[in-house]
């Protein structure tokens, strides 16, 4: 199986935090105007992430499965990926261990949910229901980083 002709990834480096979240959320505005078939964010290089890194990454998530494409996180270390899961949302996104296999994936296969013949009124209910939870958990997220500057 040979890889996509259209890759449409952003690779990322170093810390993702307050200071480059809204750049990284400018860049993916512009990737996502072109309304990709798919978008992978290789975080390979990414050495941490904050809560305003999570919300960009969900957003741009929500943004790219509005119109029906698809989006994928690829090459998270350890360090990164406690993160995700300290946060919750590690179950969120579509991960591949590095980007070409994130390109090689077969997405068809009822994505990131397994909506596997749903009505598209139970599809945005789940939707809605999910962009609830994560904007609640990144409240929590944000909360925690405070308070432990604090400390």
Request: with cysteine; glycine share 8%.
């Amino acid at each position: 199986m040979s890889l996509p002709k259209e890759k449409n990834v952003l690779p990322l480096v170093g810390e993702i935090d307050l200071n480059v979240s809204p750049r990284i959320a400018s860049t993916f505005s512009e990737m996502i105007r072109k309304k990709p078939s798919r978008l992978v964010v290789d975080l390979s290089r990414v050495t941490y992430i904050d809560s305003s890194g999570l919300a960009v990454l969900i957003g741009a998530m929500q943004d790219v499965e509005e119109y029906g494409g698809k989006f994928a996180l690829a090459g998270l270390h350890d360090n990164v990926r406690s993160i995700f899961e300290t946060a919750r949302v590690d179950q969120v996104f579509l991960t591949y261990p590095h980007v070409d296999a994130a390109l090689a994936a077969d997405w068809l296969a009822g994505g990131r949910h397994g909506h596997y013949g749903c009505h598209e009124r139970q599809v945005s209910a789940v939707d809605r229901f999910q962009r609830g939870v994560l904007s609640r958990i990144i409240e929590r997220v944000g909360m925690l980083q405070m308070f432990m500057r604090l400390a």
